[in-house]
């Protein structure tokens, strides 16, 4: 069955550091694959879109990367701020044209 | 423009009663798709709703049933409720078009719903 893991449940970091976290997924070959950041008590909020002929994509802060071989993706938050501190969910549509989530993971930047 | 709209925002029901919730998509979205969040099973797909029609389904139990209505406003249904049912139920809309922008997926705040 399709799975998608994220390293690890929680990460912290130092303010001004750069936060990497991973996705992996098996058994499937996304056309593209997505990011979305969750805050407590409210929904998932859309970050990037990388698609599987492109290799990094940025956004201001944001780094994504794409690597289909391995099939894994790559979050970066550079230069990271407490406001960054959220759950942060990979996303890939697998069979039956349905959304698979990855579990998150909760990402803490220490002022 | 306003954005995704879930009623009630929280909810405590007990076993075997039926719960229904509600979702008013962002103006102009067509696709309205339903979620199930919990600590150990993390954010996993219900169904698909576009034009009235359920176009994807998840691995649920028929317990678990929704609809759509022709101004694209959905409601989920859960009978004979059991406590593992216990979740944030979100829902999400998009425009549904053809594309790699169509599968973005704009979320409400989801309505917790706790079983006693």
């Known amino acids: 069955s399709q799975k998608i893991e994220q390293n690890s449940e929680a990460l912290n970091i130092q303010e001004g550091k750069t936060a990497t976290l991973t996705c992996n997924y098996t058994n499937y070959s996304p056309a593209y694959l997505q990011w979305y950041r969750q805050d407590p008590g409210r929904g998932p909020v859309f970050l990037l879109l990388i698609r599987e002929n492109e290799k990094e994509k940025r956004k201001e802060r944001l780094k994504v990367t794409f690597d289909t071989t391995l099939k894994q993706s790559l979050f970066h938050i550079t230069a990271s701020q407490p406001a960054d501190s959220a759950t942060y969910l990979c996303a890939i549509m697998g069979t039956g044209n349905q959304f698979y989530f990855g579990t998150g993971t909760s990402l803490t930047v220490i002022p | 423009k306003a954005g995704v709209t879930q009623t009630p925002r929280y909810l405590i029901k007990t076993r075997g009663q039926q719960v229904t919730l509600s979702c008013s998509p962002i103006?102009?979205?067509?696709?309205v798709s339903w979620y199930q969040q919990t600590p150990g099973q993390g954010l996993q797909f219900l169904f698909e709703?576009?034009?009235?029609?359920?176009?994807n389904k998840g691995n649920f139990p028929g317990r678990f049933s929704g609809r759509q209505f022709s101004n694209s406003r959905s409601e989920m249904n859960v009978s004979t409720l059991e406590l593992g049912d216990s979740a944030l139920y979100l829902c999400a809309s998009s425009p549904g078009l053809a594309g790699t922008l169509r599968d973005i997926q704009y979320f409400g705040a989801g309505t917790r719903l706790s079983v006693l």
């Open positions: 709703y576009f034009s009235e029609t359920q176009r």
């Open positions: 103006s102009g979205h067509r696709s």
